[in-house]
């Protein structure tokens, strides 16, 4: 059954909300040009169309999400971003996981944003949300999905799969409806992944905000007006967007086995660069407040955040960066359509500031070296040189593309190793921030001559310079690149300490820059120190190739690890111990060997009781629920000789579609983290080579050997009942019960004789963690007594790294009191906002 009327009912809510955000944009216009008699019905009219646009794009959020969680696999969207076993959790992932899902977080954000400047800001109201709902506008073209005059507008997400594929199978029976989605890509079955897109798009969203103030107050002659209003908004949209940044990078830390957080993607870039040019946006905004010097950078800097926000949407979905970036999104054939959204807004813009420039109030007093104005500029130009540098060489396809859309040729060709040419010029341009942010934090309260600058900054200097030697000694700081960025980040540390110090005494409430930049310097140095002096322990002293076909650096920088035999690192013993499952309502993880699959992927049936600390969770021939069926786990033990023991558990993910994906586990300590991933392991398709049987007889009770282990048979049963056979009345089935005792855990392996139709069967098992296969061979009665065959095969291993992330955590922590530095300054700004408000002097 095809369930049209969601899909219809979600399609035309996308159009209602298209129309009433035109007729909004219009309605505002109209009012901002009309006279006061004619303006409060324009209001009232913008008002309700923005509203209606609202409530649309709550269906529209509303419709997708009921398509996604009720299983409609008969839509494109949900068959190629979910499927039915997916949590409720990851369903909300996998809304976003699409192009169309993204565009519409984005639009939602937006109606959210947009509800809040009208009922905060009357004055403003009418030309900051004329510009805000023509953008809105733009944005919901993206997913509108109509054809008209053979142009494509926008890719709808209610399309269904028929119209989507040309498959035969839709020629047979077009009502055909997939049992199963493909399935959300499994490196974003995260929890990141929940909360990190949505944190993002509000930080792209809210840079629309700054944006439409200055827009604003261009348009109507209110040049410096608009700077109050934007400010608090604009540091909201950076810690938003930081945040977001920040939140990406720990999703990619914990989940991707590239053994960092920062690749320097093109994705990553594009994402990267807004946010430089609004941290210095933001700066010049605030000195505008004391000079009028920075008020023109000010508006080119608020706008070139917006534009650049566009650039990026356009560089990841244009499919543009498909060959250089794995984050990309591929072209849905809205490239032309995106480059139209970028170039109307970056032509208008251009167009209004430079008709405005010359009415823009300036100041012709030079700036001296000792003014708080040249040090702001100073520290946004080199975030702008930083942002610059990224985004040139980010373009290069870009730049291909277009030399080529003209008939030329051009092989120009992104940097090979991103990391180092990002890393090289970015080290440097974060030193001098680094030295600007500290330095710079004395104009602000006071004016300061030549001698008093002195003053302020020996103590901040000779404090920095000791602990920065004494921090270089003990930590082996050698490379001159990380002894200046060490020395500058602990400079602003303790120059802003000060500052900070004396703000406690006086007016806490302006400690809010002070703060934000000690948590930046905190996170240099924390980059530092865990991406620079990033050490790999599992290096291989052997001798040993592990296998000719691998890269260089797997046979010399890996481990290889057999399963139950200690292999020494460095100041740890490592075990394997095998493959573990997660098991719904159990804290920990379960051996393999003590479950048993019947059929149904997402059950298993408990071969022995399974206990956790002491306590028994599931008993003998209990049924269980596997929480992830493409998720495995490989338990590895870390031993010290102090009797520290720690176990980890990297995992690998068997997927459809993309195969096998590793992520890593990680040790976290206070110092460092001890970053620990697989490599590879043996592939469970492969056909296994045993050895020749050996066999054994032995009684009930007796012991014997398998593959080094003790083992013991424990008991010999009839059965009547044996998986995919079936027992006549003369058949016989007997099962023997054998306890194999590993050094964690006992093994239970329950090989069948069986005598069917006068024949004899053998069904033997297999036990992965001895790696060995026993059958029941024989029965001798006279005796009582029983044979058992036993083969052996190469027992289960990985191959690991191993890597030591030293004081990282100073990253996180950065993050943090940096998150807090922007929240006091977002809430003095606002404070200030409101007094000026309810004074009646909002403009």
């Known amino acids: 059954m095809i369930?049209?009327?969601?899909?219809?009912?979600g399609h035309f809510l996308v159009i209602t909300a298209f129309v009433s955000v035109l007729i909004s944009a219009f309605s505002y216009w109209k009012a901002q040009r009309s006279d006061e008699i004619a303006r409060p019905s324009w209001l009232s009219y913008a008002r309700i169309a923005f509203y209606i646009h609202g409530a649309s794009v709550f269906g529209v959020v509303a419709s997708l999400f009921y398509i996604i969680n009720s299983h409609y696999f008969e839509y494109h969207y949900a068959w190629s971003h979910s499927s039915a076993e997916l949590p409720v959790y990851y369903q909300i992932a996998t809304f976003w996981n699409g192009q169309e899902g993204s565009f519409l977080l984005w639009a939602f954000w937006h109606v959210i944003l947009g509800a809040i400047l009208i009922n905060t800001?009357?004055?403003?109201?009418?030309?900051?949300?004329?510009?805000?709902?023509?953008?809105?506008?733009?944005?919901?073209?993206?997913?509108?999905?109509?054809?008209?005059?053979?142009?494509?507008?926008?890719?709808?997400?209610?399309?269904?799969?028929?119209?989507?594929?040309?498959?035969?199978?839709?020629?047979?029976?077009?009502?055909?409806?997939?049992?199963?989605g493909s399935g959300l890509n499994p490196l974003l079955q995260n929890y990141w992944m929940v909360i990190h897109p949505p944190t993002l798009f509000l930080g792209f969203a809210t840079t629309i905000i700054p944006f439409v103030y200055c827009m604003a107050g261009l348009w109507i002659g209110k040049y410096k007006e608009w700077i109050r209003p934007a400010l608090p908004w604009a540091l909201f949209s950076a810690v938003t967007l930081g945040v977001g940044i920040l939140m990406g990078a720990y999703w990619a830390y914990e989940t991707l086995n590239f053994g960092g957080y920062w690749n320097w993607d093109p994705?990553?870039?594009?994402?990267?660069?807004?946010?430089?040019?609004?941290?210095?946006?933001?700066?010049?905004?605030?000195?505008?407040?004391?000079?009028?010097?920075?008020?023109?950078?000010?508006?080119?800097?608020?706008?070139?955040?917006?534009?650049?926000?566009?650039?990026?949407?356009?560089?990841?979905?244009?499919?543009?960066?498909?060959?250089?970036?794995?984050?990309?999104?591929?072209?849905?054939?809205?490239?032309?359509?995106?480059?139209?959204?970028?170039?109307?807004?970056?032509?208008?813009?251009?167009?209004?500031?430079?008709?405005?420039?010359?009415?823009?109030?300036?100041?012709?007093?030079?700036?001296?070296?000792?003014?708080?104005?040249?040090?702001?500029?100073?520290?946004?130009?080199?975030?702008?040189?930083?942002?610059?540098q990224v985004i040139i060489p980010t373009s290069i396809p870009v730049w291909n593309a277009i030399v080529e859309l003209f008939g030329g040729i051009s092989n120009v060709a992104p940097p090979v190793d991103q990391v180092a040419f990002y890393s090289k010029w970015q080290i440097w341009l974060a030193v001098i921030l680094a030295l600007l942010s500290g330095t710079g934090q004395f104009f602000w309260w006071k004016k300061v001559d030549k001698q008093k600058?002195?003053?302020?900054?020996?103590?901040?200097?000779?404090?920095?310079?000791?602990?920065s030697g004494i921090i270089i000694v003990v930590a082996k700081v050698t490379e001159p690149a990380y002894i200046l960025l060490l020395t500058a980040g602990i400079y602003s540390i303790v120059a802003n300490g000060k500052i900070l110090f004396l703000l406690l005494k006086s007016n806490a409430k302006l400690a809010g820059g002070a703060?934000?930049?000690?948590?930046?310097?905190?996170?240099?140095?924390?980059?530092?120190?865990?991406?620079?002096?990033?050490?790999?322990?599992?290096?291989?002293?052997?001798?040993?190739?592990?296998?000719?076909?691998?890269?260089?650096?797997?046979?010399?920088?890996?481990?290889?690890?057999?399963?139950?035999?200690?292999?020494?690192?460095?100041?740890?013993?490592?075990?394997?111990?095998?493959?573990?499952?997660?098991?719904?309502?159990?804290?920990?993880?379960?051996?393999?060997?003590?479950?048993?699959?019947?059929?149904?992927?997402?059950?298993?049936?408990a071969r022995k009781d399974i206990t956790w600390k002491g306590k028994k969770y599931f008993s003998e021939g209990d049924t269980l629920e596997i929480d992830n069926p493409e998720n495995i786990f490989f338990e590895i033990e870390y031993s010290k000789k102090n009797g520290q023991t720690f176990n980890l558990y990297p995992r690998l993910q068997m997927n459809e579609s993309m195969g096998q994906v590793y992520s890593p586990d990680i040790k976290r300590t206070l110092t460092s983290d001890l970053y620990t991933h697989v490599r590879t392991f043996p592939d469970p398709e492969s056909e296994t080579e045993w050895s020749e049987?050996?066999?054994?007889?032995?009684?009930?009770?007796?012991?014997?050997?398998?593959?080094?282990?003790?083992?013991?048979?424990?008991?010999?049963?009839?059965?009547?009942?044996?998986?995919?056979?079936?027992?006549?009345?003369?058949?016989?089935?007997?099962?023997?019960?054998?306890?194999?005792?590993?050094?964690?855990?006992?093994?239970?392996?329950?090989?069948?004789?069986?005598?069917?139709?006068?024949?004899?069967?053998?069904?033997?098992?297999?036990?992965?963690?001895?790696?060995?296969?026993?059958?029941?061979?024989?029965?001798?009665?006279?005796?009582?007594?029983?044979?058992?065959?036993?083969?052996?095969?190469?027992?289960?291993?990985?191959i690991l790294e191993a890597v030591v992330k030293p004081y990282i955590n100073i990253l996180w922590t950065g993050t943090l009191v940096m998150v807090l530095g922007f929240a006091m300054a977002i809430r003095r700004r606002y404070v200030e906002f409101i007094k000026m408000r309810d004074k009646g002097q909002e403009e």
């Not at 079936?726 to 093994?747: F, H, M, Q």
Request: glycine share 6%; net charge negative; charged share 15%.
């Open 453 to 467: 600058l002195k003053e302020s900054l020996f103590y901040p200097a000779v404090i920095s310079l000791l602990a």
């Open 515 to 605: 703060v934000a930049h000690i948590g930046i310097a905190m996170m240099l140095v924390g980059v530092l120190f865990s991406s620079g002096y990033s050490k790999i322990i599992s290096i291989n002293n052997t001798g040993m190739v592990w296998h000719k076909d691998f890269p260089e650096e797997m046979n010399t920088d890996n481990l290889l690890l057999f399963q139950h035999e200690a292999m020494q690192m460095g100041d740890y013993s490592l075990n394997y111990k095998g493959i573990r499952k997660e098991i719904e309502g159990f804290p920990g993880y379960v051996s393999t060997s003590a479950i048993e699959a019947f059929g149904d992927k997402h059950k298993v049936v």
């Open 121 to 180: 800001n009357k004055f403003w109201e009418a030309p900051i949300m004329a510009v805000f709902a023509a953008v809105q506008a733009f944005l919901l073209s993206m997913i509108l999905g109509v054809v008209i005059f053979n142009v494509k507008f926008g890719s709808s997400p209610f399309i269904l799969l028929r119209e989507a594929m040309n498959a035969p199978i839709f020629q047979l029976n077009p009502d055909f409806v997939p049992k199963d």
């Open 3 to 9: 369930h049209t009327f969601v899909g219809n009912l």
């Open 267 to 388: 994705v990553e870039n594009a994402i990267y660069v807004p946010w430089l040019v609004l941290v210095a946006a933001i700066h010049t905004m605030i000195t505008f407040k004391k000079s009028n010097n920075a008020l023109k950078a000010a508006m080119v800097l608020s706008i070139t955040t917006f534009i650049l926000v566009l650039y990026a949407t356009f560089l990841t979905r244009s499919g543009i960066l498909g060959d250089s970036s794995v984050h990309s999104f591929t072209d849905l054939g809205l490239s032309g359509q995106l480059l139209v959204y970028l170039i109307t807004f970056a032509a208008l813009s251009i167009w209004l500031l430079a008709k405005t420039w010359g009415k823009i109030p300036t100041s012709d007093e030079e700036v001296s070296t000792y003014s708080r104005e040249f040090w702001i500029f100073m520290g946004a130009a080199t975030l702008c040189v930083m942002a610059f």
């Open 693 to 798: 049987t050996e066999e054994v007889t032995v009684k009930v009770g007796e012991t014997f050997f398998v593959n080094d282990f003790v083992a013991r048979v424990q008991g010999i049963e009839r059965i009547t009942e044996i998986p995919q056979v079936t027992l006549g009345p003369e058949d016989v089935a007997i099962k023997a019960r054998i306890v194999i005792s590993g050094s964690d855990e006992d093994y239970i392996v329950e090989p069948i004789y069986l005598i069917k139709d006068r024949m004899i069967g053998l069904i033997p098992e297999e036990v992965n963690d001895v790696g060995a296969k026993i059958t029941f061979v024989n029965v001798h009665p006279e005796s009582n007594s029983f044979t058992f065959g036993i083969n052996t095969t190469q027992k289960e291993w990985v």
